[in-house]
């Protein structure tokens, strides 16, 4: 009845072996399954749970939103509110438009950059994820990566001719045919590949020659690494942003934003269209409004000593293990690659992700009640409900599960 038994390819099994647990319920750091095996969860729906499943806080402003009504086809009040917190934290983001997913996010900001431009090409990295659009979907790392995809069938060289592919952690040349240069400022989705010093800062002054419009697909990076994202972090200005994931607190939610001077471009107020049924959801809204209420500058130094606490234990069980093996961190995000080097890009990552290790250390750590995403190219979501007994209890389980499965030289 659901191919392949999923709603989303990378929640199947396919690229661990076996068969997905179904989840009966969650809360806080765990999940249970239908047969009632409890899992400290790490995949917390690959990113928005960064409060942990089920927060008090996030249900009851759902539960209270609902009972005033679950869409209007009108603007709201907390659409507002939320504009207003986002451009607050994001360092020159001037205004927000919501829509319902990532997805819808970064399609509509390549569309704004190419109105906005009145030019045609984009540029994106191997190995970067930005939704499943056609344009976007070339080398897209991620569950394209996990089936064993380069692209999707389906997608006509049409749709991907203006589409070119870069390598990650390299300054592409950009010229004055350039709409836009998107990238996801640390990526996150071909396991978790830290920019190197200057790649931000190079694309900036790349696009800033040329013209083009800099856009940071900060999906994964947004209101996670910092109050202001990857912005912030890493103090480099895009004219572009699109969001998701975190900021709807686990209700469908994707936003794109951008410097003012491009507001006047977007459909009602210039030719750009995008639009939305339930853009701009109430219960979104109220659920993305309590998340980040949440989400004080000392929630991210908890955050960022919970993650630093996870990827020192699980290196340190590695090389008592003498496992090869490298956790990757950059603040409250990390990753880990069974191999002696962080990659730096998507030939390096796939090399890494497909060397047979990370499925058996999976099993392992399911068998032990501790569930990563099943697949290699995920990254690990710690959130601000594992406290330093969840991660110990993940490290123990980590260190047995590499007994268990000597990794690969
Ligand atoms: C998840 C993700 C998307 C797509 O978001 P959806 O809500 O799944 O459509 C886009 N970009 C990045 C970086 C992502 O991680």
Redesign the pocket.
Known sequence: MIPGGVN?PVRSFRSVGGTPYFVARAQGPHVWDVEGRRYIDYVQS??PGILGHAHPAVTEAVGAAAADGTSYGAPTEREVLLAEVLCDRVPGMAWTRLT???????MAAVRLARGATGRNKIIKFAG?????SDG?LAAGG?GVANQGLADSAGVTPGAVADTVVAPYNQIPAVDDEVAAVVV?PV???MGVVAPVPGFLEGLRAACDRVGALLMF?????GFRLSPGGATEWFGVVPDLW?F??VV?GGL???VFGGRDELKGRLAPLGGVYQAGTLSGNPLATAAGLATLEQLTPDAYRTLARTAARLADGMAAAATEAGAVCTVPRVGPLLGVFFCAEAPADFDQAKAAAENGVYPRVFHSLLESGVAFAPGPYEALFPSLAHTDEHIDTTVEAFAAALERNPAAD
């Open positions: 989303s690959y990113g319902s997913s990532g997805t819808e996010a970064a970067c994820y930005h939704g499943h976007l991620s996801e990526a996150a989705n697909d900060e999906v994964i990076t699109c998701g994931k709807g469908p939610i994707g």
